[in-house]
């Protein structure tokens, strides 16, 4: 189905409010379970919305920008998936790969935003040492204004105007290929549990990523919970166990210390 | 103790209020200071009562805090309830910076560990397996932790004011045993992730034996999204970009449908 002028204008101003989101980190509404859901519910697709949401946000779980390195867009990604399998009716595992060139797209205007507003610090410094807060703030509220209109014209020409050329191109794609991109949209979470890993994981923790994935693969569970639990458990015992040692080893200083003094005391007899 | 309360010049509303500002943090987000223009934007209207009429005290406070600066958004209110104590007290300002200076580091390091290692795989691997059958629990789970995350920020203000200069001890002795407990749990979660989630498996026939079905499940189910997940660890180790190994992820599975191998 087409996305109509009403709706692509209410994508563009919903991904105002989801891009500002990601570019200040503060409700995570930006995250693909939200923005796909509430593009479903523009498009009149709720359910498809939601489903999109879990397979994307799923493919988003590792790809945070802590760490340093700023991932794909997760809120374009969000609405582009649910706004291609709406109008293309691919699955939207099939839509998550591709949506991505839209989201890297982003991703490479904020990676160039980060430098160019690096153009404004010494206006700041000047109204900082002046004093002038009101100027101060005018800048800010550009910088924010430019990034709000950003997310706006992307999405509006990615979801809008651009409807026409990806609908041509999805029909020219072979089923081979298709079949492709489905398959790549269910194997992408392991990028992004990569990423996590890389950060996380030294020798000694191991053995919990390894309880998670056999607990996991022999449980017969719907969802991740009893592996969490599994986890506070095991965190809780090392919590403990920390403070059981730190306690100890603060009773050894004092033995030590006290030791010396009676040393001192025998030296001095 | 006489003097704090002759100087007290912040109620708990001004703190909600310093609370909420902390969402700014980032509006003015750029490499050469990060997040600089938005900490001290976000600042200024509690300077400003602090200070009164002493524009060359705002001005002072406004400079320092324009250098660099990258921490965690989350509990970034901590931070400026701690330091804006601290303010108040008038504190010399070489003081105040450099507390600044050694605390946003361990603090960002804390916040990643327990937003987005911790929270983040457990929260939206939970949602995300409701909504990936069509529940709307999904998404309302998702949106009402992330909002209690969002108010967590007028308590963290509270405490960082309240225990002001004290707070240093609680963070530096603590942010060790806090990542290694986050690590314990986000790893678990992660574990349990690739097994349910990572989607990977052969249709290969050799005669009559399917290879997935007859063989790899009964040897261990999903060992498949265990073996490229560590695979494409290893890469990343080797300094590969994640943006290549999307892609060797996307031409991988074109090839295998091509070639009917999954």
Redesign the interface.
């Given at each position: 189905m087409s996305i109509t002028l009403t709706q692509g204008l209410l994508l563009g101003v919903f991904a105002i409010i989801a891009g500002l989101d990601s570019?200040?980190?503060?409700?995570?509404?930006f995250?693909p379970?939200?923005s796909c859901?509430v593009t479903g519910l523009i498009l009149g697709d709720?359910?498809m919305g939601?489903?999109a949401?879990?397979?994307t946000?799923?493919a988003f779980?590792?790809?945070?920008p802590?760490?340093g390195?700023q991932?794909?867009n997760p809120a374009i990604c969000g609405i582009m998936t649910v706004v291609i399998a709406h109008s293309t009716n691919v699955s939207p595992s099939t839509a998550i790969?591709l949506s991505?060139p839209f989201a890297?797209l982003m991703q490479y205007i904020l990676l160039m935003?980060?430098?160019?507003?690096?153009f404004?610090?010494p206006k700041?410094?000047q109204?900082?040492?002046?004093?002038n807060?009101k100027k101060?703030?005018q800048?800010?509220y550009l910088?924010?204004g430019i990034v709000c209109l950003t997310f706006f014209l992307v999405t509006f020409l990615s979801a809008y105007a651009a409807q026409a050329p990806m609908a041509a191109l999805v029909k020219a794609m072979p089923v081979?290929?298709i079949?492709?991109?489905e398959?790549?949209g269910?194997?992408?979470?392991?990028?992004g549990?990569?990423?996590?890993?890389?950060?996380?994981?030294r020798v000694e923790?191991m053995p919990?990523?390894?309880?998670?994935?056999?607990?996991?693969?022999?449980i017969n569970f719907?969802?991740?919970?009893?592996?969490?639990v599994?986890?506070?458990i095991?965190?809780?015992i090392?919590?403990f166990r920390?403070k059981k040692h730190k306690e100890l080893q603060a009773e050894i200083e004092n033995m030590k210390n006290s030791d010396n003094f009676f040393g001192g005391d025998q030296d001095g007899i | 103790m006489e003097s704090k309360e002759l100087n007290q010049k912040l109620t708990s509303k001004d703190l909600t209020r310093l609370a909420m500002r902390s969402c700014l943090l980032q509006s003015a987000f750029s490499y050469e200071r990060m997040q600089a223009g938005g900490w001290t934007w976000a600042q200024v209207p509690l300077w400003k009562k602090i200070f009164g009429d002493d524009k060359k005290a705002l001005s002072e406070a406004m400079t320092d805090n324009m250098e660099f600066i990258n921490t965690s958004p989350p509990m970034v209110s901590l931070l400026m309830g701690l330091l804006m104590s601290l303010e108040e007290q008038r504190v010399d300002r070489q003081t105040i910076k450099g507390l600044k200076n050694a605390l946003f580091g361990p603090l960002a390091g804390i916040g990643d560990a327990i937003f987005w290692f911790t929270i983040m795989p457990i929260v939206g691997g939970i949602a995300a397996s409701f909504a990936s059958k069509g529940n709307i629990l999904g998404p309302i789970i998702f949106m009402i932790v992330y909002f209690g995350i969002f108010l967590l920020r007028i308590p963290f203000a509270r405490m960082g004011y309240n225990l002001g200069a004290k707070a240093i001890d609680v963070i530096q002795e603590n942010s060790e045993i806090i990542s290694r407990v986050a690590t314990i749990m986000g790893l678990t979660v992660i574990g349990a992730l690739i097994s349910s989630y990572v989607t990977l498996s052969l249709t290969v026939k050799i005669g009559d034996v399917s290879l997935q079905k007859d063989f790899l499940d009964k040897i261990f189910p999903n060992i498949l999204p265990l073996a490229f997940t560590f695979l494409l660890y290893g890469l990343l180790k080797k300094k590969m970009s994640p943006i290549v190994l999307i892609l060797l992820t996307f031409i991988m599975a074109i090839v295998c449908s091509f070639f009917g191998i999954m």
């Open positions: 570019w200040l980190e503060v409700f995570y509404i995250r379970i939200i859901t709720l359910q939601i489903i949401g879990g397979l946000e799923l779980a590792g790809l945070t802590a760490g390195t991932p794909p790969g991505l890297m935003y980060y430098s160019v507003f690096s404004f610090m700041l410094d109204y900082a040492s002046e004093a807060t101060f703030a800048i800010s910088t924010m081979w290929l079949h492709g991109f398959l790549a269910g194997i992408l979470p392991a990028v549990f990569a990423m996590l890993l890389k950060v996380l994981l923790f919990y990523l390894l309880l998670g994935f056999v607990v996991a693969s022999f719907d969802n991740v919970l009893p592996a969490a599994i986890g506070i095991f965190a809780m090392e919590f920390d | -």
